[in-house]
């Protein structure tokens, strides 16, 4: 995932602010039992989202413990960690196992081919517990991968690659409740892809890549045109969420709907403004 999924923690209470990182403290954690040092390299803020989620909906109870880590050597952490972790601590897994591997076969690059190669056991053993999961993100990476080489200008078409991806991930269970839950991934993943491109359309320009806003980012009200675009991709994603009977944990997951998910784009549309919307050609 690409890191969008996250709170602002600077509208969030203190005991919400210590919750949310003992959630993603215990993600860590899971990564680590799991799959080692390797596996808390694809350790994620969206995914901690979705272990927040998972559990609140399903109201799984989560182990706590205060540990030392690498990261925090000197004060013991909270971390927090439950069934919902390991399921998360999967998908990081398969995400960055295939990712590399689309990076290797399209552009040869050897950082991809290493993480292939190092997750490649552990992708194994997930893809045989998570088959429905697998093979969704084994086909976004295909058909993205087509459609960006045709020079695909439909938005709605190449983002709903990543929103079929992600609505499949956000169904932990096919239960009643599982319409739901792609219908909120499949908009966040859509958002995800938009927001991404976005960021990255003056350095894919330079690059001569592909990005799905280069035929719409010469007019005149691009900036307008991205931002109501992502706008109804979350008001779709947070009507999906707020029919599910959450109550647990709601302000964090709110915060992080509504304001967290912002936070990169404010960054990137600042940037935009302060090179006056100009591209290098």
């Known amino acids: 995932m690409f890191g969008y999924i996250v709170a602002n923690q600077e509208e969030l209470k203190l005991k919400d602010i210590k919750r949310y990182r003992s ?75 295939y990712k590399g591997r689309d990076d290797w076969m399209d552009e040869k690059s050897l950082k991809g081919r290493a993480l292939e190669k190092a997750l490649t056991k552990q992708a194994r053993l997930v893809h045989e517990k998570w088959p429905r999961q697998s093979a969704a993100i084994a086909d976004y990476i295909r058909r993205l991968d087509k459609a960006e080489k045709s020079g695909e200008s439909d938005l709605d078409k190449v983002a709903g690659y990543t929103g079929m ?26 958002f995800i892809y938009l927001m991404d491109a976005y960021e990255d359309l003056e350095k894919d320009r330079k690059k001569h890549n592909y990005n799905p806003w280069e035929s719409y980012s010469d007019r005149p009200d691009f900036d307008a045109l991205v931002e109501n675009t992502l706008t109804m991709m979350l008001a779709d ?5 707020e029919i599910l009977p959450i109550v647990q944990d709601v302000d964090i997951l709110r915060n992080i709907l509504y304001s967290g998910v912002w936070t990169r784009y404010g960054m990137i549309k600042q940037k935009r403004e302060q090179k006056g919307g100009q591209h290098d050609r």
């Open 23 to 97: 959630f993603y403290c215990g993600l860590c954690r899971v990564l680590k039992k799991k799959f080692g040092m390797k596996g808390q390299l694809t350790l994620s803020y969206d995914m901690t989202f979705l272990v927040m989620l998972l559990t609140a909906l399903y109201e799984v109870p989560a182990q706590f413990e205060k540990r030392h880590c690498v990261m925090h050597p000197v004060e013991k952490h909270e971390m927090r960690f439950n069934e919902i972790s390991e399921y998360a601590a999967d998908m990081e897994i398969l995400l960055a196992y």
């Open 165 to 190: 991806m992600m609505g499949e991930l956000f169904c932990y269970r096919e239960d009643e409740w599982a319409s739901e839950m792609k219908r909120m991934g499949f908009f966040m993943g859509k």
């Open 237 to 241: 994603a947070a009507r999906a969420f």
